[in-house]
Structure formats: structure tokens, C-alpha cells
């Protein structure tokens, strides 16, 4: 099939156009989660919640979310997990958006995955957390928050959310050292923090997979970040603290037009940390994929190309290792993603991170985790 018909045949399905008579329906082209589960492997995406009607990467949204649900066979919400969502106050769960999407997913027959359970950073805990009153016996209270708020949560998702990032982000890219937040200076430490977050989803949720999530990634500049976070990783497995997988966040940023090159100049560094997670005993779990289209020129057509191709080069590496389960890319849609807002390109051109443009078309970026999935090597699966 030419590459137009290819991709009207999948845009009829996404936008919910009739279908030509002409047009068997052995043509529609597989799913993205259908070429992963070949390998063993399952593909996924951030989706939002959002009101009826909103211009949002939500599920309310019947284009994106037609997208969502014809590609993937798993999701994650991309902030309704979040404390800064579920916690208005020390005594308040607000479960409602979450809750929402979760439905969603289950009326889909999606997986849903959870993220996050510790976002160990002041940044990104709710206000009154940063300023809150430990009181008179700190570590006791910092305890009972951290792990009420992980058994509340455990309690309601039960076994319908089977792997969690428990904590996110804990390791400062500049020098590879554990953030301190209000918990943590509560608890008595980082560590302490970190370790009784998991042993507490453990327990909580005896058969989920446990995550610790974070965006080391294979460019320059992120030696330090990388390393501390295999030492963080070390530090799990000498302490018997319950970690599955570590979610290798996957927000890549290209280096310029020859992705061959730089896929070359890459490898060899990543995989080192690749087989350094992986002989610890982790598994991998790619949580977070989508590209900063940085070095490329404006003109669209070279750009998606070196996009395309940095993915595929990315994947291929990535992939080759039989420890990877999962691969969710943050967002399927340029429209939606956090990039633009985070750091817009230079010359103003609109980003384009993610698998789908702003109208929903598919990109050669598609073709190439759909290629990446043809080509890696198939794995087991226990779940
Ligand atoms: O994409 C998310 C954006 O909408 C939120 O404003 C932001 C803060 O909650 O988080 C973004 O998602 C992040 C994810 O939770 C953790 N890894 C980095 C992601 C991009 O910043």
C-alpha cells in the first residue's frame, strides 16, 4: 500500500469517517500495541482529562481519544495521578479526573498505568506539602502522610492499575545527589524517603509493578543524571528496597540532521548504562517518549525525517535489550504535547515531538516506532 493509502486508511479509522467499500478491511494497517504484543512487547500513551468540547489531549476529546484507543493497548495519565491533582489538602483526596480517565480506559480495554505515587521534588508537590507543620514528632507525621496518601491510592485502583512509577524523579541531573523535600527533611532523609515509599506500594500492591521513573537520557550532558541514578539503583538492591523496573523517561532531543551519526556517536555510552540497570536485575519500562526536534531545520519534511530516523536509532538500541516491557510515548499528538509550552524552537516553527501532527495525521515518526517494533527481538512475558 502507497503511504497515502495508508495513512487514510488509518485516519478513517481515527477520525471515524465511513470507510470506501472499496477498501478491504485486511488493509487497515496494525495498531502500534499490535506490533509491540508480536514482540511481547505493549505500546502506550499519555492522555489527559479534559471537558467535553476542550481543544485538549484528552479523553473527552473524541479525535485524540479515537487516536489513543487505536493504537495503544495501555495508558497513563499525564497529570491527574499527580499530588498537585489528587491532594488539595492534607485531608482531601480528589479523585474524580482520575477516576474518570481510568473508566475510560477500562471501557476501552486499556491497561493503565500509574504515575506517580512521590514526585520527589518541592517543585512539583503540592504548596501547602512544602510549607506544611510536621509538628512535634516530624518523622512520625512525614510517615503517616507519605503513606497514607500511597495506601489511599493503592486501596482504590486495586489490581486494575498493574505498574506504577512510585517515585519520580528523585536524582538532580547537575550532580547525580537525591533532592530533599519537606517529606524527606521530615522522615530523616532521602533515602528513607524513597525506600519507604516502595516498601509501602509493596504491600499495598503485592503483584504491581514497581517503578522508579526518571529522564537520565542518552544525550550529552546527562553523564551525572545517569549515574546517579544507577547509584540510586545500587543503593535499592543493597538495601532489599522493592524496585521492579526503572522508566527511562525517553524525552529525547536530536543533535542535528544526521541521525545515523549521532545514533553512532550515542550508543556506546547508553548502552553501557543499559547493561549496567539491566545486570543489577531491573527491567525497563520506556515511559515517557516523544522528541525535541532541536538542531533541524524549519522546512517540516527534513525535519520529520531526522526525528523519524533519531527515534528509530534510539529504539533500536533501547529495544534490543529483552528487559524493555513497555513503551508509552508522552502524548500521540503534536497538538497536545508539553514540549511547545516547555521550550519553543528558536526560529518559532511549531514543535513537532510526538508520532501524530496537528491534524492528526500520522509522521514518519510513526513509521519508525512501528519499524522499531518489526525489528526488535521478541521477549517473554510474565503478565
Ligand atoms: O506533561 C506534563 C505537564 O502537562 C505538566 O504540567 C508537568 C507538571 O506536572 O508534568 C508534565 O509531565 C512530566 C511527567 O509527569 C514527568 N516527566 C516529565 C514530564 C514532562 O515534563
Known sequence: ??????????????????????????DIPPSLDVLARRKGLRFGSAISWGTAGADRGSIANPPYARLVAAECGVIVAENEMKWQALRPSPTAFAFERFDAIVAWAESKRLATRGHNLLWHQPKWLPRWLNSYDFGATPKREGERLLTTHIDTVLARYGKRIESYDVVNE??????????????????????????LAFHTARAGAPRAELVYNDYMSWEPGNASHRAGVLKLLEGFKRRGTPVDALGVQSHLVTQGLDARASVTRLERDWRQFLDAVTQMGYALVLTELDVRDNGLPTEITPRDRAVADFTKGYLDVTLSYPAVRDVLSWGLCDRYSWIEGFEPRKDKALRRPTLYDREFRPKPMREAVAAAFAAAPPRNRAT
Open 170 to 195: 528523585a536524582v538532580r541531573p547537575s550532580d547525580g545527589q537525591l533532592y530533599d523535600t519537606s517529606l524527606s527533611t521530615a522522615i530523616g532523609g532521602a533515602e528513607a524517603t524513597l525506600d
Open 1 to 26: 500500500m502507497t503511504g497515502f493509502a495508508r495513512r487514510d486508511v488509518l485516519m478513517a479509522g481515527i477520525m471515524g469517517a465511513v470507510a470506501s467499500p472499496l477498501v478491504a478491511r485486511t
